[in-house]
C-alpha cells in the first residue's frame, strides 16, 4: 500500500512539474507569436495601405483657390475627365521632393492635376508655389483640413486618380516617385481615358 502512494504521489508531483515547466515557457511563446506578428506587419508596404473610398465618388467639397490664385477646387472639377488631385503642403519636406516630377507631369499634358493645399498657412502656400512652380490646374486651400480629413488622408502628400465620373479610382500614400508615375499612374490613367 505504501508502494502505491509513492508511485501516485510520484505521477502527481511529474504532471504538476509538467504544468508548471509550461508556465515557465509561457512568456517565451507569447514573445515569439508577436515577433512573428512584427516580421509580417515589416513586410507590409504603407503606401498600400487599402482606402475605402477607392470605386467611390470623390468627397463633395468646395474650396476656395490658394492665395494668389484663381481657381478653387470643388467636386464637380473632378468630372467629366480623368485627373488627379495631390494633397500638399509647404511644410511638407516629401511634397518637396516630388514637386519636380509634377511640373515634368503637368508640362506633359496627359491628365489635369489639382492641388489640394493641406493645412497650410496662406502666406507659406503661395510662396511656396512661386518659388517651386505650380503644376496645378486648380488649388484648393484646406486650412482646417476638413476636405482632407473627408478624403481619408493619413498624411502629405497623397495623390489620388479620378476617373471622368468623378470616382476614385487609386490613391498613392506618401510622395510619388519616377517608377510610381511611369509604372502605376499614367498606365491607370491611360487605361480611365479609352
Not at 505521477?11 to 515547466?21: H, I, M, Q, V
Not at 498613392?172 to 499612374?185: H, S
Request: hydrophobic share 40%; glycine share 10%; net charge neutral.
Amino acid at each position: 500500500m505504501t508502494d502505491e502512494v509513492t508511485t501516485n504521489g510520484g505521477s502527481d508531483t511529474k504532471a504538476l512539474g509538467r504544468s508548471f515547466s509550461l508556465a515557465r515557457y509561457a512568456p517565451i511563446i507569447v514573445f515569439v507569436v508577436m515577433a512573428i506578428f512584427l516580421g509580417i506587419g515589416l513586410t507590409m508596404d504603407p503606401r498600400k495601405l487599402p482606402s475605402p473610398l477607392v470605386g467611390k465618388p470623390a468627397p463633395e467639397f468646395d474650396l476656395p483657390p490658394v492665395q494668389g490664385r484663381t481657381l478653387g477646387l470643388a467636386t464637380a472639377d473632378l468630372k467629366g475627365e480623368v485627373s488627379l488631385v495631390n494633397v500638399f503642403a509647404s511644410w511638407c519636406v516629401a511634397c518637396r521632393d516630388e514637386h519636380p516630377l509634377w511640373i515634368e507631369f503637368s508640362k506633359s499634358g496627359i491628365a489635369p492635376l489639382h492641388g489640394l493645399n493641406y493645412k497650410d498657412k496662406p502666406n507659406d502656400a503661395q510662396a511656396w508655389l512661386k518659388e517651386l512652380g505650380d503644376p496645378y490646374t486648380r488649388t484648393g486651400a484646406d486650412i482646417s483640413g476638413k476636405v482632407g480629413i473627408d478624403w481619408g488622408v493619413y498624411g502629405v502628400p497623397e495623390t489620388f486618380v479620378v476617373d471622368r465620373n468623378g470616382v476614385i479610382a487609386y490613391k498613392q500614400i506618401g510622395p510619388i516617385t519616377r517608377q510610381v508615375l511611369d509604372e502605376t499612374i499614367i498606365p491607370l490613367i491611360r487605361r480611365l481615358q479609352q
